[in-house]
């Protein structure tokens, strides 16, 4: 028998929604989720080459991203004006990057679909402290 209190199981999901990056990981997973079904459908299904797949998926992604991590994630912080100019050059980075990550690892003879994965990690680290420091930051 323990000597600690247990938690309600409500009490400790409150408290772990409560951490923002527990939010960041949800929202996150639910656009990967909506960027690599939508990568599949347009290069699988589809016959789309990766060059214009892997971008189309990842910008319809990252617009369900900038609104539910503006929302959910981050609590709308800063101005829309703001933090959409610097989502959008976030944005356009991520792109740039996620397409070499994929093209490059599919023209080594990898599966596109590890160079998926490997996008998906490295941008997972940086944006969340790009969003949380820079894109919605509070103004001071």
């Not at 996150?28 to 060059?51: K, Q, T, Y």
């Not at 994630?73 to 397409?99: D, E, H, M, P, Q």
């Amino acid at each position: 028998m323990s000597l600690q209190p247990r938690l309600p199981f409500r009490a400790v999901l409150r408290r772990t929604w409560a951490n923002s990056a527990v939010r960041y990981l949800v929202v996150g997973g639910l656009a990967f989720l909506i960027d690599f079904g939508l990568l599949a459908l347009l290069h699988e299904v589809l016959g789309i080459a990766l060059v214009i797949s892997t971008p189309a998926a990842f910008l319809t992604s990252f617009a369900v991203t900038y609104l539910l991590q503006r929302s959910i994630t981050f609590g709308g912080r800063g101005g829309w004006t703001a933090s959409a100019v610097k989502y959008t050059l976030l944005v356009v980075f991520n792109t740039v990057a996620t397409t070499a990550i994929v093209t490059l690892m599919s023209s080594s003879g990898l599966a596109w679909e590890l160079g998926k994965i490997a996008a998906v990690a490295s941008t997972t680290v940086w944006n969340y402290f790009a969003y949380r420091y820079w894109v919605f930051a509070e103004r001071r």
